[in-house]
């Protein structure tokens, strides 16, 4: 079973940021944050990942609260190309059998 | 980033017939691979870990006799679905370690219809 809860879906704005919640209150001390997003029809594709800082890539920021049983996933400034389903994912750094949830769909429109 | 490649990216196939799907690690080599098996609107779930040199390991309630699961090389992984049938219509989808890094990198999908 996942070990996080997120919002099925959520719309937003082209140009206006996003931001996707996610819940872990089970987060174990050696499991990071990650996030991956699956665009229609093609594989998931690795966004950021984080233990207990806050964490800013290219692609995102991803703020984790300071018991970890929470985070968020910001796009700053979204596109029409970040329409996908999100998946926030718990997992120890040598653990590569992820287990999906159903994740959050967020539909940017114009 | 690393890249894996699948093919093919799609495949009909009759039933009762066998499709074998290729997982390829470009830039990388990956000594354990992923296979996971998506059904329309829902989540994707784990079939199997693809081991180089040795067995796959199926998760509970995968037939390991069915989906056949080959690692020959560091660089290639293998499935192979035998005496396909319309309720094996998926897409299938790899995915492999990066050994420098702590990301899963995954390939682009394989859409099966079974017809």
């Known amino acids: 079973d996942a070990k996080t809860t997120q919002p099925p879906s959520m719309d937003c704005a082209e140009g206006r940021a996003a931001n996707l919640p996610c819940n872990h209150s089970?987060?174990?001390?050696?499991?990071?944050v990650y996030w991956y997003r699956q665009i229609h029809s093609q594989g998931p594709q690795y966004i950021i990942h984080g233990l207990k800082n806050n964490e800013t890539n290219e692609m995102a920021s991803l703020i984790i609260t300071e018991d970890r049983k929470s985070s968020t996933l910001i796009l700053p400034h979204a596109t029409l190309r970040d329409t996908a389903v999100y998946y926030c994912?718990?997992?120890?750094?040598?653990?590569?059998?992820?287990?999906f949830g159903a994740g959050t769909t967020v539909t940017v429109r114009a | 980033g690393a890249v894996v490649s699948q093919h093919p990216s799609w495949v009909i196939c009759k039933s009762g017939t066998s499709v074998k799907i290729e997982c390829r690690s470009l830039d990388f080599q990956a000594t354990t691979m992923f296979w996971y098996r998506q059904f329309p609107k829902q989540s994707l779930m784990l079939m199997a870990t693809?081991?180089?040199?040795?067995?796959?390991?199926?998760e509970q309630g995968v037939e390991k006799d069915k989906f056949l699961i080959n690692h020959a090389s560091l660089t290639l992984s293998t499935l192979t679905v035998t005496s396909a049938h319309p309720e094996d219509s998926s897409f299938y989808i790899c995915s492999a370690r990066n050994p420098t890094g702590t990301e899963a990198f995954f390939g682009q999908g394989t859409r099966l219809t079974v017809v």
């Open positions: 994912i718990v997992r120890a750094l040598n653990d590569y059998k992820l287990s």
């Open positions: 089970t987060i174990s001390g050696n499991e990071y």
């Open positions: 693809s081991n180089e040199g040795s067995k796959a390991t199926y």
